[in-house]
């Protein structure tokens, strides 16, 4: 399969991860880890799964602290090609200023848009998605992929399919973004077969996005058109961008306006937002019973015990009689909890931000 | 109060404390931790409660590679009151070592032998019960300090009282020792008020104690005696003396003969086999329902938890919605369990033998 002529990867890697504590660091957020076990971080591997559509066409926005370590993990991207924010302005200006970047240099661009932190275990079926995506959006949609749900969750916001896309098998208009549901209203969505989970991913061209952005916030399109055409500018521009989701900014008017279309995608999906949901994605070593194992699995000796154990620090990790338990082991914090409080690892890093302690988070 | 005259401690200091790895270890057993937190050893505290009593007339008793650690932690005690184990015998070579070497220093002598690893808690009123039992000892009977039962432990065993000693108020014979009943059985006993928990705890004069094993080891006592007369026989008798408990080789046989007395006691006595029992002893910090600390409690952060945080490595220590978990943090190793499960800690360490880390034990 070839490249995908003038497609070009966009790669917001931005976030915190708080819930993945201590893992996860406002230092080195989850995006710079390898969280799956397979010696790619989270960002490689977002990375490796659209090289093969996008060749070297890459745009990483990240926070400028993250900067260099981003650009260590790419080794073979263009160092202009990794964008540093000056300061966190959330996900409509990050993806705004790549497209306002894009529109300038490359007129034909379509650019995919696909968080850092995000597992997906099918690249191929990921592959054909994108593509079919970018037919959408060579018609001036702006085209979402949405998440076939695996089962009603509440934790993620749903896309409500609308008709088919004349000439675009498959894909079909998108009548509105909704709010993450309570799981009651969720399975309702699932049963009808016409929602999607929004993932986040978005396929444009550039000028269709921020012509879209102009359209509801136009000083905030023309600031970033301003900073593309004048880096220079940056430093005066940017703090005052607002912080808003591209979701809010641009999605869902859009969609309001039928100008929002998704390419429904059969991909399995996870993005790891806390431990629970990476015990999940590990399971169990084959052929037994125990914990799954994200480090060194050497060094962790397990009795009776479930749940998840990540090793670090490479210290001997003991557990023994725990059923679901999460152990998280890193040279200077520990965490034990269990799946099902693995939500409140959050509470953690507030109470050491309020105690002098945000060294540690 | 004043010391007791000729009163010799004798502190046998051996023991692995498996249970309570990875904080005890081969290299560096129980006794040599604080395991309460007010600053000192368990050694030390043996050693505090003692010395009241005894001044400076004490003989300890460790293994060879642990003579080192037991000098330092005792800086008060000459270096020859320190005796070194060639390899461990049990505690009759140990005890009996100690009764040979003081039937020749000091022949009005009387000997209390209690091991390094106990807690008690009131050392008035154990002063007291020592102070009885070494009057009633000078009439040359083997006396045993007997624990008032806290409860009907079967990880104990048991002494049953028989007759009042005329002569000593309080003092009674010893019928038997019995071993570790069931619970149930030791609910019996219990209920008769005639039983008390066995602490190896012993007072006698030494020559009572090498006679009274000379009656049914003879050649043993005869080889203690000899080393004691010539030192330097040590490491040719030393590795041919039975490995066999005091209970066993003397107490128990001298208990059936009608020479054992006993001393109720009453002080609050702790043995810490575990970390169940290390939590018990430890309780909730004050005015919190949360788990118990040992170590540094600004380095633990507990979020609807109980039961026991050791925090022994400097790193932060958060634990989440666990009842009854221990969590045991060294810079080698970590434990994560339950109080339930205390007692299979040692599987663990088996398993690091098994597995060529006995370094680690």
């Known amino acids: 399969m070839s490249a995908i002529d003038h497609f070009w990867a966009v790669i917001p890697a931005?976030?915190?991860?708080?819930?993945?504590?201590?893992?996860?660091r406002s230092s080195a957020p989850k995006f710079l880890h390898d969280l799956t076990g397979d010696g790619r971080t989270l960002l490689q591997s977002t990375h490796d799964r659209l090289a093969p559509l996008a060749d070297d066409r890459f745009?990483?926005?990240?926070?400028?602290?993250?900067?260099p370590a981003v650009v260590e993990q790419l080794p073979g991207l263009e160092p202009?090609?990794?964008?540093?924010?000056?300061?966190?302005?959330?996900?409509?200006?990050?993806?705004?200023?790549?497209?306002?970047?894009?529109?300038?240099?490359?007129?034909?661009?379509?650019?995919?848009?696909?968080?850092?932190?995000?597992?997906?275990?099918?690249?191929?079926?990921?592959?054909?998605?994108?593509?079919?995506?970018?037919?959408?959006?060579?018609d001036d949609w702006l085209v979402t992929l949405g998440i076939e749900p695996a089962f009603p969750s509440s934790a993620f916001g749903y896309i409500h399919l609308g008709d088919e896309l004349p000439g675009h098998a498959g894909a079909t208009a998108v009548r509105e973004f909704v709010e993450k549901p309570s799981v009651r209203t969720a399975a309702e969505y699932v049963a009808t077969g016409r929602y999607r989970w929004n993932a986040g991913m978005f396929v444009v061209r550039p000028t269709v996005l921020l012509d879209l952005l102009g359209r509801w916030h136009p000083e905030f399109a023309a600031a970033l058109r301003a900073i593309a055409a004048d880096p220079s500018r940056m430093d005066e521009l940017w703090p005052a961008l607002p912080k808003i989701a591209l979701d809010h900014a641009v999605a869902e008017p859009a969609a309001d306006a039928g100008q929002v279309a998704c390419v429904p995608s059969s991909?399995?999906?996870?993005?790891?937002?806390?431990?629970?949901?990476?015990?999940?994605?590990l399971g169990s070593p084959s052929g037994t019973e125990g914990p799954s194992?994200?480090?060194?699995?050497?060094?962790?000796?397990?009795?009776?015990s479930t749940g998840l154990i990540v090793s670090g620090s490479g210290r001997l990790v003991a557990v023994i009689g725990l059923d679901d338990v999460v152990v998280v082991d890193t040279p200077d914090a520990l965490l034990v909890t269990t799946r099902a409080r693995a939500q409140d690892v959050k509470q953690v890093v507030g109470e050491l931000k309020d105690t002098g302690r945000a060294g540690l988070t």
Chains 1, 2 share one sequence.
């Not at 931005?14 to 996860?24: C, D, E, H, N, V």
């Not at 991909?267 to 994605?281: C, K, N, Q, Y």
């Not at 194992?293 to 009776?304: R, T, Y």
Request: hydrophobic share 50%; aromatic share 6%.
């Open 267 to 281: 991909f399995r999906w996870e993005d790891l937002g806390d431990f629970d949901s990476l015990a999940t994605l």
């Open 14 to 24: 931005g976030g915190a991860g708080t819930r993945l504590w201590p893992l996860s």
């Open 80 to 138: 202009d090609a990794v964008l540093a924010e000056p300061s966190p302005r959330d996900s409509m200006a990050a993806i705004g200023l790549a497209a306002a970047l894009l529109e300038r240099r490359d007129p034909q661009a379509v650019m995919g848009s696909f968080p850092a932190d995000h597992v997906i275990a099918d690249p191929d079926v990921f592959a054909d998605c994108v593509r079919a995506a970018v037919d959408v959006a060579r």
């Open 293 to 304: 194992v994200l480090g060194e699995a050497g060094s962790v000796l397990a009795i009776d």
């Open 59 to 67: 745009v990483v926005v990240t926070g400028a602290a993250h900067r």
